[in-house]
């Protein structure tokens, strides 16, 4: 791939056309690495506006002064208005880009989820991140087991399709891909989070619904797991609660959910609530190997194995959790690099 220095662009000073401007700023996008290299768009809310890698590598080195260069031009050569918004309105994106996930705005993505004999495509709507709102972000681990769900020849259990519960399902990637699978699935978080999911569950029931499947929305704190306030369907606000669940599941998923010491005896107790007794009921999970939450992930396993569960398969695969800081080197992505560890567990035969 050819590399291209900052000093090769269109400089401000030569008036170079909008179009010029345009082109050159989509070479700057960095693609999320983590969401599977070969298609998966991000769509920043302009119509037509379809991210994607540009054929060319840009020295970094000067780029972040030639975006706030444009950010801050007043751009008059340029006598279309939405055109001189455009240009800014990228520009401003691509340095935000470049600060990572944290930086950015409100986007929705579209991920696409191999099937045993095709693949669908989700779209995932995730909010700007505030604060400590983990789970308005997608995280690597449950693009990585929504991948991997249909390996496990859940989907179709007999004539029955599988009913699924998801604990703290963020912003429901994991739910949503099994619901596109053909499984009845509620996909479960705390209050802040709920409203995006059902948001979430909205927008792709179409693609739930031509295969299949179905989604609920319900508040379930691990805090208190004997509760979980379902929301009422259809409904985007989580104050329009409906009944309260009231059946167990012979299916449990859960990604990216031990990064607390109290987090793996709140799990596994709202595991114990809510998995059915069923011989073949199963939990699968997928957690990033952190290593500040490693001990969480060897306390999960003890917790589960004095539970009676055993692991009937589990692996390791490796993801992304973030955008590249500096524009998507190889290199650069590194820190965003997580190895993961899934599990299937169920009772001993
Ligand atoms: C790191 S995020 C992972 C979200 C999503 N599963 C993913 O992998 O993209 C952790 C999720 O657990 C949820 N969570 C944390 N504590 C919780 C609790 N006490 N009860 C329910 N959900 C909780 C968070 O709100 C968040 O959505």
Redesign the pocket.
């Known amino acids: 791939m050819p590399t291209i220095d900052v000093l090769d662009l269109p400089q401000l000073y030569t008036k170079p056309s909008a179009q010029s401007l345009l082109d050159t700023l989509a070479l700057f996008t960095s693609a999320p690495r983590s969401w599977d290299a070969k298609r998966t768009d991000i769509h920043d809310g302009n119509e037509g506006a379809l991210l994607g890698s540009g054929p060319v590598h840009v020295n970094p080195e000067g780029v972040a002064r030639y975006l706030t260069s444009i950010v801050s031009s007043s751009l008059q050569w340029i006598a279309d208005d939405d055109a001189r918004e455009e240009i800014w309105n990228q520009a401003s994106l691509r340095l935000s880009e470049r600060s990572g996930r944290t930086a950015m705005g409100a986007m929705s993505r579209t991920f696409r989820i191999p099937t045993s004999d095709g693949s669908f495509e989700l779209s995932i709507h995730e909010p700007a991140l505030t604060g400590d709102d983990?789970?308005l972000?997608?995280?690597a681990?449950?693009y990585l087991l929504a991948k991997r769900l249909q390996s496990f020849d859940i989907a179709h259990h007999g004539n029955e399709k599988p009913r699924v519960l998801e604990?703290?399902?963020?912003?429901g990637?994991?739910g949503l891909a099994m619901a596109a699978l053909g499984a009845h699935v509620v996909l479960?978080?705390?209050p802040s989070?709920a409203q995006n999911l059902a948001r979430n569950a909205q927008d792709n029931s179409e693609v739930i619904w031509r295969n299949g499947g179905s989604t609920r929305t319900g508040i379930?704190?691990?805090?208190n797991p004997t509760s979980c306030q379902l929301i009422r369907e259809g409904a985007t606000n989580v104050e329009e609660a409906d009944e309260a669940l009231a059946t167990r599941f012979p299916l449990i998923l859960?990604?990216?959910?031990l990064?607390s010491s109290e987090?793996p005896r709140?799990l596994v107790g709202a595991v114990k609530e809510w998995l059915s007794e069923d011989s073949d009921a199963r939990v699968i999970v997928e957690f990033p190997y952190r290593e500040a939450y490693l001990p969480e992930i060897k306390d999960f396993r003890e917790r589960m194995a004095q539970a009676g569960f055993c692991i009937l398969n589990e692996g390791e695969e490796k993801g992304y959790d973030d955008w590249g800081r500096s524009g998507g080197d190889e290199e650069e992505n590194e820190d965003a690099l997580v190895t993961c560890w899934w599990a299937c567990w169920g009772r001993p035969a």
């Open positions: 983990l789970g972000k997608t995280w681990a449950s604990l703290g399902s963020g912003t990637l994991v479960t978080d705390l989070i379930l704190d691990w805090n859960a990604a990216d959910s990064y987090h709140m």
